[in-house]
């Protein structure tokens, strides 16, 4: 068995049923309509690049299960290392498509997230889940496939837990349990490369207590499952997508969210590696985070790349040397680092569990969370003030004015500027903006949950009491000082 | 003659000559395309105001060449109250059209420099453009125009000037000097309300010295004067206004910029007020900067109520208390006010021009330039973390999708949050999703000239030798200390 | 009767009985003794200006009152110009000192705020307290006095209001009234000028309710009344101070603030000017923080000059060209002039109180004083950024050390850089120490209020639900959106 | 051979030569004058640590070279696990002292650096550096010495390179070499520890070509080695220290930087470790910098957790609850985990050089010295802002004043706040000043190097045209797009 390629994966795709929508419309090849071709190509790339010589150890490894070449998004993530290349071939990826693919990412993560929760569970409860996980994992292995992850429910009235919705759907949640498999009903949104993913790894989306056992569920369905339908988020940019000649107004690749729609999924057993053990939805979250959040770098580090590459180039289509913004792309440098270093620092800072799985440091892969909601926002800033007028406010002509056959000439005119090609200072003006304004800006502040969230954990992980020890300690005071008592 | 309503204003629109252009496409009539209707709703809002006894003060005031009742944006404005003016109608205007509305802004504010320019300008050359200048404000008083401002040119090379430029079409020109007029050439780029204006107010783009003596060129032409074609300018979410039913996933206002090509226009004396003068391009960028960016506060900051307004509108229409985000209102209302406190105070510290225009003070107007550039930005990313993934990265299915007969009524369900209807949390998250990265961003960064600009003016303002004369003074060190001198 | 000068001031302070302590010791002589000559002589320099023709008309003007030309800090602000001249003076002033100077600022801003209070209060109560405090302001104009002003009590338990506190004489109160005056005792803290002061006006320390009746209390005090005890605070830089020979290690100017420690102090009616009227406290603290925020901006604009001067002062004494800095210089200008022209606004948008009175914007002057809170640390950074280390963290030995016969050479030898005298670089690096992290930082963040308290009141000033109606409005959502009720 | 004790440290400090000089007196015993006693006993912490069982594991490690049990900062450091053992000395020192303790830090690392150097100048040149080297550690690890280390030059003029300056002695040069040692002279400025060291090892302070090569040289010297004058450098609070009873205004312990005057001073063959190899001065830089910027992070994050304790205590000193200000609490956590966490990521990204030792990536490491000139600032900024007045600007008076007999009770009486005594809530305000603004501000901006410095190693650590090619591969741009040319 050998690495499947890009034409493996396309063909994959299009043997699934059609269940993907956009704009009102069932999409009947995902690979080909303009809505979702660009985020497949940012998955087919990867396919590409696990072909490639130059490429295949960062996105090719061996399994620890069998000893086989596999696909590196289909292992297991079981040190440091591990990690690492979980970060270098999101950044790689990055580089080649500049934005998001999500499904050789979240997936991913949940495979090692439910290595070690099933690996718990069993040994509390003597279930079976950690083999069933196993084989699904080496079937993934073998397959070669690509893996959406989901956990954001709908939610509903945020004040109230699952089992109190008026809607029950608000969160997905086990109808029914029978002996073959549960159904499963509710929904899943903005969830990453659905559009892209041969499957989609369901876990809890929050952390649930007893009354709410019916929403603790994790497994695995196929893409074209009976009863899901996907329908495609809508942002401002991406009409541009269906633009034709394409590739001139945006990229050929990028990211896509797609809303799931739940309506009583069967999942057969060896599929289900969680189901009602609440007990573990903590953990689930604990882990998914801290990985996340800790490799999460890898993808704003290097989108920041693309815009220090951007910046460059719309200065010099603008006529201007790129020296007079090394300042600025110096600093772009640095706030690009930052999250790439601090996921490195959670990864060096982890721990290894039981179960083989190998989890970042918490309270310093939520600081990089909190860094990835602030700092690409100035790095987008900077692209902008760079960029100039063009980029900012899309101050410029729809390439069909730039090509148009009687003033067109005269767009292209007045976009000489010296250093280039009016068409490629289009183009590059039309990159920043897409990477700051446009369809390519990933989600860097909600993204893997908000930054209020990683500050509570923050919060929580910080000994404040400890550090008043010191406070004391250094001045010599021995008296107990504690809070006011509340007045009434 | 009373003041012009939103039908006069409209009925003017519909009477021009069709020269603009979007997607390819001539735009028949600006007032119904979904392409410019939005933009041309945004003045007539203004109109309105100036017939409502609860605005009539703030949009009209007593014509100080007349003493006529006039449109407040026809009027010169030659003291602190007068510019004070001109912030609080762009305040009232972004808040009922939650963007820029351009030609109530730029032309309002050339007439004043100008006003002034021209006085100096025939003081020194004996010439007779004030009068020229006056006749023509006499018209669009009476008239009750609104009049676009133009200053930036397509530039070419930047490191050249203009008369060295391979193509010498890249600024604005005469190319010809008639007894009854000139005739110009050239392009105006990225010129904000062009489609939604009557006539057009030219400014030289740039501080220019003798050789480019033809570049100096000041004049006001009808918009669909012969030889000026517009191509408007295309932004990430402007083909969401094409969508019907209008008003769902944008607002019925908005800005929008054109490209105005000027292909050999003939502009009559009366209408000319600076041709050649190359010596007074220096104050006309100084004069017009200086209010442009005191009077900006006006706009930002009240785009940052709307944020506000629309951030809490999420949080609630999401579940949840506005409460709970209290602390972030708070910094969006105090970055908010800084730039609209900066404008005032530019003012406060401005002067008299001998010509009887206001002047806002230079250093602090450049400064506010900066602020513009920045404080908005994160009152846009607090918005959007307020607001939660929906608003964040467009992870929200379409409009179409919204109200698809099947699958629609899921869509709808799971956007269900407790607080309001469906579409009421839709419209809110695309709300704040347009004032952040949709069609409602304004120019911060590049709008009035980009900071780096407004930099160098403040450098240049700051006298740094008297302030080393103070330290020096403090520690009582006598000896003169320079700058080393450069090695060689 | 002329304007006083130095030899006047400082003949009235030697005047005074002592009752200044610091260190443990009475200062017989605040005007020579090195704890306290630095604030003295900040004041004399403004006795200087008041007859330097070239200052005089910032330093002195007419009084309202008589038409006497009378010391400026002795006069009644009435107008947008009355209020800009306080900024003015206070620049002005910084530049020569290098800091704050107490007794020409809150005193003066207390005088004007009162004028407003009695006139209100004489008009619900048949009061005299307007003519009573215009005679002492008749004396003051005419003596040329300089009046510190006291506004924050000990406070004691802050959760409590002050007729609750254990210690009743944790805020300043009334304990008996006679026929002739009052008296009053408890202590005013954290008193910036008063060691400088002739007098010291003390204002309600906070808003205040019927049971806190007692105090309420304004009067005006001299220095040296009987039953007063002042101790000066120290901070850490200040034991330089005491070092010969003086001027080598800190300048001859800087701020200092004391305790007031009032034992029974008796208060004759001619100087009471508020006495158990509570319910006008809040407006005293309204109209004084408004004011005072406003014009803040005068004092950390202008410190931030001196520290644009010192930078460039100790980068070429450290043998650099300033401009390799000038990034970071027109970085610390822009942050200077947003505090100055913040506050201009504020005034320009403020109003006339019908006493006469003028009070600057309440929401713009409290956004000032959040700046205020920020801006001075970031200009304190780069400071620090381009002194180099021997500003950072005193790594510099002492002069005592640079002078020592035997290895003073070798300081001096190492110390030379090129660009001066050894003697320069040491008064550089220290100047630039003593704005940074010495005894010239005055009280950017806690100084007239702590800038969460100045946030409260912008959140109080801004109309949250008038801003979702802008929102509601630009989206047509007609229905009523609320806050989630709380769940029990 | 045991571990050495506090009490072994002391003597071995005691028996040196007196050669420590501040305030312009001779330090006859640096353990006992007040002027160093703080930074001794923040060594004299490590001491006991070493020997504590709870911290011994810390403390201690097992020679590489011997296999005995040794103080850690006297070990190699080989692995990613070393590095993060000195961050984490790093931190548990800072965190009982409060701030830096420079002989068990720069030393340290020195050694590492060099034993690489060493190393490679011995492949090349033949020399025996590194044997020299290992037998000067086996010495230190037998002794259980503390050992300064000393990079930066007087410099002179800066412009210009050590060979062409005017006074040779700007930089620490080689005069003579014998057969038994060499001679230098010149001298190393602020030197962190130097009172508290045993010995100090010496490095060039910067890259050298070769007519530098006189001033490539690196040794150990005794600190008391004959012919070196130490004069202790003076920041603002530390006459503080000199005051009794010692910890009422500033804790027991704390830093010290000092100039290090050489008179020819002769350094025996055995303890030379460089010898005019300029060619590997840079190499020196770029591993010292790597491996003393990432570990910085040990510093910077704990200083910020005693900051986070000493505002807490401030807090509830004042009277309010720690849960006011829980918000800036967790942002202050959040800045101070980013430099920790972009330290291991610096050290997870590092390599092992050829000779064992292990160094860490350099854009990381230098990215984090500019966090740390930061981010920093902005913690004490909040430490600042949650104190209150009396932390802010010092206002409050000395101890001296707070003890006095008759008006002490008094300040006393009005310190008291509720929570705690006011002699508790003097230390911690005092603490809180100390921190922030007084003798325990530590050196993060130019400690260590400039953040310029570190941009400048970022900037050319970035391959900003292979960034390019990201752009213009997404955008299928082909044309070669270069910097304009430079116009004459």
Not at 271 to 300: L, P, Q, S, W
Not at 329 to 337: A, F, I, R
Not at 391 to 418: N, R, W
Not at 424 to 445: D, H, N, Q, Y
Request: net charge neutral; hydrophobic share 35%; glycine share 10%.
């Amino acid at each position: 068995m050998g690495i499947k390629t890009r034409e493996d994966y396309l063909a994959s795709l299009k043997a699934l049923r059609p269940n993907v929508y956009k704009f009102g419309e069932l999409i009947e090849d995902v690979t080909t309509h303009p809505a979702t071709k660009r985020v497949v190509e940012s998955h087919a790339l990867n396919f590409d690049a696990a072909n490639d010589p130059e490429f295949e150890d960062l996105y090719t490894t061996t399994s620890k299960l069998t000893g086989e070449r596999i696909l590196r998004w289909n292992s297991l993530m079981q040190s440091q290392q591990d990690l690492i290349f979980n970060m270098k071939l999101k950044r790689q990826n990055y580089r080649r498509t500049g934005s998001c693919a999500g499904a050789v990412c979240v997936g991913w993560n949940a495979q090692s997230v439910m290595w070690a929760i099933t690996h718990d569970m069993d040994a509390e409860f003597g279930t079976d889940y950690h083999e069933r996980l196993k084989n699904w994992i080496l079937g993934v292995q073998e397959k070669g496939l690509t893996v959406a992850g989901a956990l954001t429910d709908a939610k509903g009235d945020r004040s109230l837990p699952p089992s109190q919705q008026a809607d029950l759907d608000s969160n997905i949640r086990v109808t029914e349990i029978r002996d073959d498999g549960i159904v499963i009903r509710g929904a899943k949104l903005m969830i990453a490369g659905s559009a892209a993913a041969n499957e989609i790894f369901l876990l809890p989306g929050s952390v649930y207590r007893e009354p709410d056992q019916d929403f603790a569920v994790s497994c695995v369905i196929p893409r074209d499952i009976k009863g899901l339908t996907i329908v495609e988020a809508s942002r401002p940019g991406d009409r541009r997508d269906l633009e034709e000649p394409a590739g001139m107004e945006v990229p050929n690749s990028g990211p896509t969210q797609g809303w799931l729609l739940l309506d009583d999924v069967f999942v057969p057993n060896e599929r289900v590696f969680m189901c009602k053990e609440f007990k573990y939805t903590g953990n689930v979250i604990t882990y998914f985070t801290a990985n996340y959040r800790a490799c999460i770098g890898g993808c704003f580090t290097v989108q920041g790349h693309v815009m220090i590459g951007s910046s460059i180039l719309t200065a010099r289509a603008n006529g201007l040397s790129a020296k007079t913004f090394m300042g600025k792309l110096t600093d772009m440098s640095v706030k690009n680092q930052v999250t790439f270093g601090m996921g490195a620092g959670a990864i060096a800072l982890g721990y290894k569990h039981p179960s083989g799985s190998y989890f970042a440091d918490s309270i310093t892969a939520h600081t990089n969370k909190v860094m990835v909601a602030t700092l690409p926002y100035e790095v987008k800033r900077l692209t902008q003030e760079i960029g100039g007028g063009i980029v900012e406010t899309g101050c410029m002509p729809s390439y069909k004015d730039f090509s148009h056959p009687e003033y067109g000439p005269l767009i292209q005119k007045y976009l000489k500027a010296g250093a280039c090609s009016p068409e490629s200072r289009f183009k590059a003006a039309r990159l920043s903006e897409w990477l700051t304004i446009g369809g390519g800006v990933p989600g860097c502040m909600h993204g893997g949950g908000s930054p209020d969230g990683a500050k509570m954990v923050v919060k929580a992980s910080t000994p404040m009491e400890e550090y008043v020890g010191y406070a004391k300690k250094l001045m010599n005071i021995t008296e107990e000082i504690v809070d006011p008592p509340k007045k009434k």
